[in-house]
């Protein structure tokens, strides 16, 4: 028989200011452009569309690439990815020219905005200019290698993702949805007893995570295991009824002639 095979979905979230602290001078207008720098970010995330207005008046004013990568912000919590990343590449490239090491902490964001947007080739081209600044280090430089495997995936790059991914596990293995990435990828390059284990890797760090669920059942389902993907796709129901994955799920249990749990 054959199984309805179904790609975990990636909730991306609105990409955060992960920007390095600026170095302490004893310039009170460092200070100045530091505390305006929180206000705009702060505003960004509660009220989006006020701090779009704020964050380009203050470019208009001055405000460079700091103010630039907050509009960016607003942008993505409005998920407006495509303006967002935009503003991001331009706070990266204003930040290049200025040889602030926070460029690539810009293209980072500017390629996770630029996934988000469904535009994986500008995203990959993001993403190789922030791994090759050479500045990121630990958990950040291992998500833009997630990142970048996320982007490659999305351009049928399998091999060159599977590399990122593994990078990605070696720096920031402490994120389920790295893992789980790394199982789904693993089953679409046949890879079942990577799959496995990498799944039940994610599952250790994130039992609760519909996603998890629906990729356990989609591995289940690709290695001949009806029983099992029934029961994984019917607890990614149970789990979050209501979420994304819940509703693949439900997708995948409509080809057999049982009814889908309802919540």
């Not at 530091?34 to 006020?50: G, N």
């Not at 989609?218 to 979050?240: L, M, P, Q, T």
Request: aromatic residues 6%.
């Amino acid at each position: 028989m054959m199984f309805l095979l179904l790609l975990a979905q990636s909730i991306i979230a609105p990409p955060a200011p992960n920007v390095p602290p600026t170095p302490a001078l004893p310039s009170a207008a460092i200070e100045t452009v530091e505390a305006h720098y929180d206000r705009c970010v702060d505003l960004a995330t509660a009220d989006p569309a006020r701090g779009v207005i704020e964050a380009t008046a203050w470019h208009s004013n001055g405000g460079g690439f700091i103010s630039r990568q907050c509009l960016g912000i607003a942008h993505a919590n409005q998920q407006d990815w495509s303006a967002a990343a935009q503003q991001f590449t331009m706070a990266a490239q204003e930040a290049e020219v200025a040889h602030d090491a926070r460029a690539a902490h810009y293209w980072a964001q500017a390629g996770n905005a630029w996934i988000a947007a469904g535009e994986p080739a500008k995203a990959r081209a993001a993403l190789d200019a922030a791994l090759a600044a050479g500045t990121l280090e630990g958990l950040q430089r291992g998500e833009a290698q997630f990142d970048r495997g996320r982007a490659l995936v999305a351009t049928g790059d399998l091999e060159s993702a599977r590399a990122d991914v593994d990078r990605a596990l070696e720096l920031a293995g402490g994120d389920p949805l790295i893992w789980l990435a790394s199982a789904a990828l693993a089953r679409r390059m046949d890879d079942l007893p990577r799959a496995r284990k990498d799944i039940a890797q994610a599952f250790r760090l994130s039992s609760d995570d519909p996603s998890v669920y629906l990729e356990i059942g989609n591995i289940a389902a690709f290695g001949g295991d009806e029983a099992g993907a029934k029961s994984a796709w019917s607890d990614a129901i149970r789990v979050a009824p209501s979420s994304p994955a819940a509703a693949s799920a439900r997708k995948a249990l409509q080809q057999f002639e049982t009814d889908p749990p309802k919540p």
